[in-house]
């Protein structure tokens, strides 16, 4: 194991990939899974893995089915959770080797030398002399391969429908910085990842804790995919010139500007609103799901976030932001702003945010009351 890490330890490798941004992953399957233990309360399924789970505790009131429903439904989701947290991991070391394979990274140093005003350039860990480019490689594809090994582990007791959620997400990660296509050079980035992370994601989750492809589920991960490829788009937005100059073609870069860019924001902001009321009003959501408008104030503030950039994006003074404690998590707020990237860091951790309120608030709203949907067509 030592000789696939390049002789250094997890704990290297782990930060090397980018911890900050595992929220996108793991807040939609999370979500997923809690989705899927929602069908197993209220249909009355049964399509338990046999792990020898009783009726116990607190559920003593649910039937002895349902318990051993529920139980097998969690486990088999933590399984999964930890192969989507390596999966992460190796796909975000996979794009840092195309990436200074493909010469982009010291492009960007280059600009940011020059006075372009950008986030901190990525990579370090690699440029610091620590690993190689094949060092970095094969921890990604070691990582990688750990998750496929756990996801055969689910599959052998799910199904055949894990093998085309895997496909799906394992082929678009790896094309999304790597050859022939190179999705994220082509302004394709933003879309292929709220997909993974939404409808695969979400539904794949799901599935793993359920055993049942739903509607429920379905109409929970458009939203969400919208509101990650939202985390991604505002990235490329703030990111414009210096993808522009390193020959890396994002969406914003492809509709032509940067004010372009925030409007898409802003349409799949409101594309995910409406999906999720379009939702409620067909049944597939319960009525609960309106928590969501506690989201609406982050939602504003994001709003208001993108639209200053445009007014001030070559102004490194603009008005100062103090995140407060109702907007969510914004890790080590006072050492970014130390470090010159506060302007990015609140932009991009809103965004995140974003994704995590609207994930809590389904989810609540699914476990406490079924939809409709789950009253016509099965009670």
């Not at 372009?116 to 690993?131: E, M, P, S």
């Not at 094309?175 to 794949?204: C, M």
């Not at 379905?218 to 020959?247: R, T, W």
């Not at 509709?255 to 999720?276: H, K, M, P």
Request: proline share 4%; aromatic share 12%.
């Amino acid at each position: 194991m030592d000789s696939l890490f390049a002789g250094q330890g997890f704990k290297f490798w782990y930060k090397a990939a980018r911890p900050i941004s595992f929220g996108q992953s793991i807040t939609p399957y999370v979500l997923g899974v809690l989705l899927g233990i929602s069908t197993l309360m209220y249909t009355g399924t049964s399509t338990a893995i046999n792990l020898g789970i009783g009726n116990f505790g607190l559920l003593s009131g649910i039937s002895g089915s349902t318990i051993h429903n529920i139980g097998s439904g969690i486990l088999t989701g933590i399984v999964g959770l930890v192969g989507v947290i390596l999966a992460h991991a190796g796909m975000n070391l996979l794009d840092d080797y195309f990436d200074m394979k493909k010469g982009a990274v010291q492009r960007r140093e280059e600009l940011l030398d020059g006075g372009f005003r950008a986030r901190l350039g990525k990579c370090d860990y690699i440029k610091d002399g620590n690993v190689t480019l094949a060092d970095t490689k094969r921890a990604a594809l070691t990582f990688i391969t750990i998750a496929l090994a756990l996801g055969a582990v689910i599959f052998a007791l799910r199904g055949w429908e894990v093998l085309i959620f895997a496909a799906i997400t394992l082929v678009l990660g790896v094309l999304y910085a790597g050859p022939p296509l190179r999705l994220s050079y082509h302004g394709f980035g933003e879309l292929v990842i709220g997909f993974i992370f939404g409808p695969v994601l979400v539904t794949a989750a799901s599935f793993l804790a359920s055993g049942q492809i739903t509607p429920l589920a379905l109409f929970c991960s458009v939203p969400i995919g919208f509101l990650v490829a939202n985390i991604v788009q505002i990235h490329a937005v703030m990111d414009y010139k210096p993808d522009l100059e390193a020959d890396r073609k994002t969406l914003p870069i492809l509709l032509g500007s940067e004010r372009a860019g925030v409007i898409t924001n802003i349409i799949f902001i409101a594309i995910a609103q409406i999906t999720i009321l379009t939702g409620i009003a067909l049944g597939f959501l319960p009525v609960t799901a309106l928590l969501v408008v506690l989201t609406y104030p982050l939602t504003l503030v994001f709003i208001k976030l993108a639209l200053d950039y445009i007014k001030n994006k070559d102004d490194a003074k603009e008005a100062p932001f103090e995140p407060q404690k109702w907007m969510g998590n914004y890790g080590d707020w006072e050492g970014y702003k130390e470090s010159g990237i506060g302007w990015f860091m609140a932009r991009w951790l809103t965004a995140q945010n974003l994704v995590m309120q609207t994930t809590l608030f389904l989810a609540i709203a699914a476990l406490v009351s079924p939809s409709t949907w789950y009253l016509s067509w099965f009670i």
